[in-house]
Structures are given as structure tokens and as C-alpha cells.
């Protein structure tokens, strides 16, 4: 289908994000929450709820959740329930997950993100705590048969599941509400947000609906670790749901699975209602109590959220939204931009160097930010030189280069190679002469009012200095020649 299908049509999405917790131990035990070891050897009996064994709430996991609902203008509840949620399923041998149902610790907010460029804010309905479950693992030799094996290392794991009200209207901005929220919970250091480890992952609520109508039948879309994939899915099943209903059909509620090698979703179960889970407060848990003092020392803990940051770099350096939003998706990236700023480069000229040259460098090598070998001062010198006229556009990336490959000391790397840019007229008139002589058709299409042709000349004449030339001053040489002859 072409995007025209979603003419006449609304999409409507609301996600549900578990949020793994970076506890030491698990949700109700004292088994390790980690990744990656040998299969079933992290599952404690409490995990398992074997006969004899009582659950304790993490206190850890609590005061995350505490942390996050603060952070988004949330409701904290001070008295809050743990349910059984009751299901069947291989990798839940106890045949119950503990969860909340109808008091939710952390109880609406707002998470705010960046969409086309635009400052917007997605309304929660709910954050509450829960214990992870065990993972089937498909593929398997077992005898020379193809099995499939239940690992219960995760079965445990504490996650804040975050639930937005159906307000989203697009795959592009559901990724992007899905982006600004792996950042906050990475920024409030309650989650490591490992996408390939399951730290952070999405289910999707989706319907279609004409514009003004009553909402549509919603699918879910599960276990989505993978913002491109989000953002595939969602449009495929947006797409699938009106081709359906346009053919005729009736979309039926159920739960569907993201195939990413061939780009669509399938049918994994019935979807369930509340009321199938047969909730009800668990026994072994008294009501969890939050005392006013806990929540007060957690606040005066908070760190200046990602939304407040960003709006202090728009006023205080004149950034643009979708600038200030790249800036604050981590600790890491708002500490090397402040301390360019620091170091004396310009606000503006360092955003784009970070979300520039630096960004795609990083992305090369494979590295975060945090790890970046080019220490903020030297790059702040670099946009001094750029700024100042020492080097053009083309030089500084040169630099930019040789610093990034181990070298330091910018002058030094511009005296050494000859970098420095010419501003000498006669040098730079020498130059324009032997270009016009060279390229006499774009002499002729520049006087016949082709704009263009002035921009190739400006080109040559770089090209034949070395992108050392001062391109404005190459610019007003080139207009004086031609129209002086």
C-alpha cells in the first residue's frame, strides 16, 4: 500500500514500555539481576514461588519507580497493591506474574519529546512495578532434534512497565516519544537501557479510526527492542488494518509478533482483557507504603531533567528544539556540549560539530560519547579557528581528522600541514584568473543568470588552493572579475 492508504484515515497508538530496573537483586528475591549467564542458573525459589517461599519487595526497584514518577510529574501513590496476574505460559512456571493492577505505583505524568521539530508531551496513564518472566529459547539441539528451552534466569527481573494514553498519531512520532523516553530512564539511572539485552523494550497498541470517530479495535505488537523496528511495525499494522477494513473486513483484538526479515506482523494469540487474568492482591504482599519523607529526600535527589536542560540550552544559547533534544538524550552528550561551551566555543557552531562531524566519527568507530578520544577543549579550539578565519569549512575537518586519529595541539596541527587560510587578495585573484581561463562556459552560464555556475567556479578555485582560500572573499573575486571584464 502507498502512504496514500492513510488518506481519510487516523492511526491511533499508545505504547506500553517495560522498563528493566538496575537493581543488584531481583524484584522479590535476593537473586542476582544480571545478563547473560549459563541458562536457569540465576532463578532463585522465590523466583519460581516453590511451595514454602515468601516474596519481599525490592526496596531498590521502589524508589526508581519513585524517581521516575517524580521526574515526569506523576502522582506517586502512597499506598499501592501488588496483584497476581494470571497466565499460562511455558516460561511462567508458577503460572502467575505478580503486578499491580488497580492501584498503580506512579499514577499519570507526562513524558516530553521532540517530534519534526516540535516540542510536544505524551500523557501517561500509569508506571507500575512488576516482576519479569523466563524467556523460551528457540532453535535448540536437544539430541539431534530441533527444541525449544526455557530459561528462567530473567524470571525475577524487576520492571517499571509505563503505560501512554493512546495519544500518539504516527510510527515516526510513537519512535520518537519511545527515543525520549530510553533517555530519561537511562538520564535517571534507574535502567541500563540495552536494547539487545531486553532492558527496554515496546509493545505497541494500535487501531485506525476516520477522523472525529469512535476508537478502532485495537492489536497489540510485542516485544519490540528496536526503535526502527517499532517504527516498521506500527506502519505495516496501520496499513494492514485499513487495507482489511476497506476490503470489508473486521479487525479481530490480538496479540501479533513483528517479523523484521520480511518487514510485517502475524498473528501470535487472542489478545487478553483485564478481566482474563483473573487478577487479585497477592497474599504474600502486604500494600506497599510510601512515606512522604521518602519521596521528598527522592526529589532534592533529582538530577536537571533532560526537558529542563533543553530548555535552558534554547534560552541561554539560542538552540533550536530538535538541537537541544540531540544535546540532552544522555548525560554524556550535555556534558561534552557544555564543556566546548566551556572551553570558548560558540553555542551553535559546537551543536553542529557534535551532531555533526563528531556524531558520524563516533558512529564509525562503533563508540558512545562517553567514550570519545577527542577531549571537548581541543574541539573547542577547533571551531575557534574555523571561527576566527583561520581555517574554512574543508581545513577544519581536515583538523578534525587529524585529531581524531591521536594528534593534539590545533595550531600546531595547522602550521604543520600549511592549513592556514588564505586571505592574501593577489594570491586569491591569481587563483580566480586561472580558474576563469579554464572554465569559460561557466563563465557564460553565470552571465546568462545561472547562479549555479558562480558555485562551481567557487569550487575550482577552492580545489586549486586547497580549500585553504577564504570562500567569501573567492566569491566576491569571482562576481568583480566576470562582471568587471
Known amino acids: 500500500m502507498s502512504n496514500s492508504a492513510f488518506d481519510g484515515w487516523e492511526v491511533v497508538i499508545g505504547l506500553e514500555t517495560h522498563v528493566q530496573l538496575s537493581t543488584a537483586s531481583k524484584m522479590f528475591s535476593d537473586a542476582p539481576n544480571l545478563f547473560g549467564h549459563e541458562a536457569n542458573m540465576l532463578a532463585s525459589e522465590v523466583d519460581l514461588a516453590l511451595p514454602g517461599t515468601l516474596p519481599v519487595a525490592n526496596r531498590g526497584a521502589v524508589e526508581r519507580a519513585i524517581r521516575f514518577g517524580l521526574a515526569v510529574g506523576a502522582t506517586v501513590a502512597p499506598m499501592s497493591v501488588f496483584a497476581r496476574k494470571n497466565y499460562f505460559y511455558p516460561d511462567l512456571p508458577k503460572g502467575y506474574q505478580i503486578s499491580q493492577f488497580e492501584i498503580p505505583v506512579v499514577q ?20 507500575h512495578l512488576e516482576e519479569d518472566a523466563g524467556k523460551s529459547v528457540h532453535g535448540i539441539d536437544w539430541q539431534g532434534q530441533d527444541a525449544t528451552g526455557i530459561d528462567l534466569n530473567r524470571a525475577g527481573t524487576p520492571l517499571l512497565e509505563i503505560v501512554s494514553e493512546p495519544v500518539l498519531r504516527s510510527a515516526a512520532e510513537a519512535a520518537d516519544y519511545a ?17 539487545q539485552e531486553g532492558s527496554f523494550r515496546c509493545d505497541a497498541n494500535v487501531s485506525v479510526r476516520r477522523p472525529g470517530a469512535a476508537l478502532g479495535t485495537r492489536c ?66 502486604p500494600p506497599l507504603l510510601i512515606e512522604p519523607q521518602w519521596v521528598q529526600r527522592v526529589r532534592d535527589e533529582l538530577p536537571e531533567l533532560p526537558a529542563q536542560m533543553a530548555g535552558r540550552f534554547e534560552r541561554e544559547h539560542g538552540l533550536g528544539a530538535a538541537d537541544a533534544a540531540y544535546l540532552t538524550q544522555s548525560r554524556a552528550h550535555a556534558a561534552y556540549f557544555e564543556s566546548c561551551v566551556a572551553a570558548g566555543a560558540q553555542a551553535k557552531p559546537a551543536a553542529n ?40 569549512g574543508k581545513t ?19 602550521e604543520q600541514r600549511g592549513l592556514r587560510q588564505i586571505h592574501d587578495a593577489s594570491a586569491i585573484a591569481d587563483a580566480v584568473a586561472a580558474v576563469l581561463a579554464a572554465n569559460p562556459k561557466n563563465v557564460e552560464e ?23 582560500a577564504n570562500p567569501q572573499q573567492v566569491g566576491d573575486a569571482l562576481r568583480a572579475a566576470i562582471d568587471g571584464a
Open 108 to 127: 499519570g505524568g507526562l513524558v516530553p519529546y521532540v517530534h519534526a521539530g516540535e516540542a510536544r508531551s505524551a500523557q501517561l496513564t500509569r508506571a
Open 446 to 468: 553565470y552571465r546568462a543568470g545561472k547562479a549555479k555556475a558562480l558555485n562551481a567556479l567557487v569550487g575550482q578555485v577552492m580545489k586549486a588552493t586547497g580549500g585553504r
Open 220 to 285: 497489540e505488537i510485542k516485544n519490540l527492542n528496536s526503535f526502527r523496528f517499532l517504527e516498521r511495525a506500527i506502519d505495516f499494522e496501520a496499513r494492514r488494518q485499513i487495507e482489511l477494513i476497506e476490503d470489508g473486513g473486521t479487525v479481530r483484538q490480538e496479540t501479533r509478533l513483528f517479523d523484521p526479515e520480511r518487514g510485517e506482523t502475524r498473528t501470535m494469540r487472542t489478545k487478553e482483557d483485564s478481566h482474563d487474568y483473573r487478577y487479585f492482591p497477592d497474599p504474600d504482599l
Open 396 to 414: 577544519a575537518r581536515d583538523v578534525f581528522a587529524a585529531l581524531w586519529d591521536g594528534e593534539r595541539d590545533v595550531d600546531r596541527i595547522i
Open 179 to 195: 527515543r525520549s523516553l530510553h533517555a530519561l530512564v537511562m538520564w535517571l539511572d534507574i535502567c541500563d537501557g540495552n536494547l
Open 353 to 392: 560539530w557534535i551532531m555533526g562531524e563528531l556524531a558520524a566519527a563516533l558512529n564509525r568507530a562503533e563508540l558512545e560519547i562517553a567514550g570519545c578520544p577527542l577531549p571537548p577543549a581541543e574541539l573547542a579550539r577547533l571551531i575557534a579557528r574555523q571561527a576566527d578565519g583561520t581555517l574554512s
